[in-house]
């Protein structure tokens, strides 16, 4: 691989397979820019060194060539990365043609639009490669960590028979002769689940049929959720953060380049997070002239707002009960106020939560408060008479989280293959 030969000693003879980047021919020598997984390398195909043959072919290649090389390692201040590779042969495998402005060496100003039709071109540009290098390692802290604290990966349904979350938001699908729905969440698995295992976790795909269109709304998304047996919101809070801090820091350590190739500078979250009261926030959006009143939700706009006076990880707790879902417990002493919570990374909202109702009787309440037909639940609600333990959880949006720690402003940037409302290929 590139970053490999990069590492080897003067004279050493390596086999390079990938796809040219760039050309730069000056006659009597040629510079290719090799691209592959790893990275970027300069080839230097002379006259005075290259085989005649090798030399020739070199005049063939143009941007997005798949080639295989063979040559030999120098070592040089003049190269990117202190390191070329002088060619000794060199193969076509297979030709290219891509529109110039789609070249993932040019530097073009493309609309989101023009990069989306283009995808895998895009993709191939370096930063974007980093980004996605970065969404592994993400991924891999996220399950260490639960794994460590004695967490067990479960995979639900996608395919479900009733709304999770309640709304219009669900895509129905033809299954058989039912009527079915693409799962919005496994909110009501997994607490299902902790009257089994406790303590469970799921990272997989989620869909939720978004009619509008903004920059942290998708159709497809992938979701991290947690669900713990015999904890409060407090308990699931402080998961949380640790896991956000134990992710960031991991991501600092471990991909020092591909966040250089971004241009962040990675700031790892202190500890604690801010709990900022959902009263206390309404009341710094109205200092700031922003016009809302208590019971509202917050806007984007309202979340920018409190992003700049937090611009790290913070909670706003104690939500108005009416604005979250019907599983979601409200105090005992105040029942218009819940124990719910939401998490933000400076302006974007990455995750929410809270304490669950176990209690069957409130259950059907709550469920009849927001207009839902209980008996469309039987399936979830006789789970309640079988022993369901107090519980809590949250779900946290893995694209969501990977705009805050690569400072992306659209949402598409780090998903492979975004889908929304007006996007259904590539």
Same mark, same amino acid.
């Given at each position: 691989?590139? &970053?490999?030969?990069?590492?080897?000693?003067?004279?050493?003879?390596?086999?390079?397979?990938?796809?040219?980047? &760039?050309?730069?021919?000056? $006659?009597?020598? !040629?510079?290719?820019?090799?691209?592959?997984?790893?990275?970027?390398?300069?080839?230097?195909?002379?006259?005075?060194?290259?085989?005649?043959?090798?030399?020739?072919? @070199?005049?063939? /290649?143009?941007?997005?060539?798949?080639?295989?090389?063979?040559?030999?390692?120098?070592? %040089?201040? !003049?190269?990117?990365?202190?390191?070329?590779?002088?060619?000794? #042969?060199?193969?076509?495998?297979?030709?290219? &043609?891509?529109?110039?402005?789609?070249?993932?060496?040019?530097?073009?100003?493309?609309?989101?639009?023009?990069?989306?039709?283009?995808?895998?071109?895009?993709?191939?540009?370096? #930063?974007?490669?980093?980004?996605?290098?970065? +969404?592994?390692?993400?991924?891999?802290?996220? !399950?260490?960590?639960?794994?460590?604290?004695?967490?067990?990966?479960?995979? %639900?349904?996608?395919?479900?028979?009733?709304?999770?979350?309640?709304?219009?938001?669900?895509?129905?699908?033809?299954?058989?002769?039912?009527?079915?729905?693409?799962?919005?969440?496994?909110?009501?698995?997994?607490?299902?689940?902790? &009257?089994?295992?406790?303590?469970?976790?799921?990272?997989?795909?989620?869909?939720?049929?978004?009619?509008?269109? *903004?920059?942290?709304?998708?159709?497809?998304?992938?979701?991290?959720?947690?669900?713990?047996?015999?904890?409060?919101?407090?308990?699931?809070?402080?998961?949380?953060?640790? /896991?956000?801090?134990?992710?960031?820091?991991?991501?600092?350590?471990?991909?020092?380049?591909?966040?250089?190739?971004?241009?962040?500078?990675?700031?790892?979250?202190?500890?604690?997070?801010?709990?900022?009261?959902? @009263?206390?926030?309404?009341?710094?959006?109205?200092?700031?002239?922003?016009?809302?009143?208590?019971?509202?939700?917050? #806007?984007?706009?309202?979340?920018?707002?409190?992003?700049?006076?937090?611009?790290?990880?913070?909670?706003?707790?104690?939500?108005?009960?009416?604005?979250?879902?019907?599983?979601?417990?409200?105090?005992?002493? +105040?029942?218009?106020?819940?124990?719910?919570?939401?998490?933000?990374?400076?302006?974007?909202?990455?995750? #929410?939560? $809270?304490?669950?109702?176990?209690?069957?009787?409130?259950?059907?309440?709550?469920?009849?408060?927001?207009?839902? +037909?209980?008996?469309?639940?039987?399936?979830?609600?006789?789970?309640?008479?079988? $022993?369901?333990?107090?519980?809590?959880?949250?779900?946290?949006?893995?694209?969501?989280?990977?705009? @805050?720690? *690569?400072?992306?402003? +659209?949402?598409?940037?780090?998903?492979?293959?975004?889908?929304?409302?007006?996007?259904?290929?590539?």
């Amino acid at each position: 691989m590139a &970053s490999e030969a990069k590492g080897l000693k003067e004279g050493k003879e390596v086999r390079l397979l990938g796809w040219v980047h &760039s050309v730069r021919d000056l $006659g009597k020598i !040629r510079f290719i820019i090799l691209r592959d997984k790893s990275g970027l390398i300069q080839l230097v195909i002379s006259r005075s060194f290259t085989p005649p043959e090798a030399f020739e072919e @070199a005049a063939k /290649l143009r941007k997005e060539y798949v080639v295989e090389v063979k040559g030999v390692v120098s070592k %040089t201040g !003049r190269a990117p990365g202190g390191a070329e590779v002088h060619v000794k #042969s060199l193969k076509v495998l297979r030709e290219a &043609s891509v529109p110039t402005h789609l070249e993932p060496d040019q530097h073009v100003k493309l609309s989101m639009d023009e990069r989306l039709d283009g995808r895998i071109l895009d993709l191939r540009r370096p #930063s974007n490669m980093a980004l996605f290098k970065i +969404n592994a390692e993400v991924l891999k802290a996220i !399950r260490a960590f639960l794994d460590l604290k004695g967490f067990i990966e479960v995979h %639900t349904p996608r395919i479900i028979a009733t709304a999770t979350e309640g709304g219009a938001a669900l895509f129905p699908i033809a299954y058989y002769d039912k009527e079915a729905f693409l799962t919005q969440s496994p909110q009501l698995f997994k607490e299902q689940l902790t &009257s089994v295992f406790e303590a469970v976790y799921e990272i997989g795909p989620l869909f939720r049929a978004e009619e509008s269109h *903004t920059v942290r709304h998708v159709s497809e998304f992938i979701g991290v959720d947690v669900e713990q047996a015999f904890a409060t919101e407090e308990d699931v809070m402080k998961l949380l953060e640790e /896991l956000i801090y134990t992710v960031v820091k991991h991501v600092k350590e471990k991909c020092s380049e591909d966040l250089k190739e971004l241009g962040v500078d990675l700031k790892v979250p202190t500890l604690p997070f801010k709990r900022l009261d959902y @009263a206390e926030a309404v009341e710094l959006l109205r200092q700031r002239g922003f016009d809302i009143r208590w019971g509202e939700d917050l #806007s984007t706009e309202a979340e920018r707002i409190l992003g700049t006076i937090y611009p790290e990880p913070h909670f706003i707790v104690n939500w108005p009960t009416k604005l979250k879902p019907f599983y979601i417990m409200y105090k005992e002493d +105040n029942p218009e106020i819940c124990y719910a919570f939401d998490l933000s990374y400076g302006w974007i909202e990455i995750a #929410s939560g $809270g304490r669950r109702v176990h209690d069957k009787e409130i259950l059907v309440r709550r469920l009849k408060d927001q207009g839902l +037909n209980p008996e469309a639940f039987q399936y979830h609600l006789k789970v309640f008479d079988w $022993g369901m333990p107090p519980h809590a959880g949250w779900g946290l949006g893995l694209a969501r989280l990977m705009m @805050a720690i *690569t400072n992306r402003e +659209n949402i598409r940037e780090v998903i492979l293959f975004p889908r929304d409302r007006w996007r259904l290929t590539p």
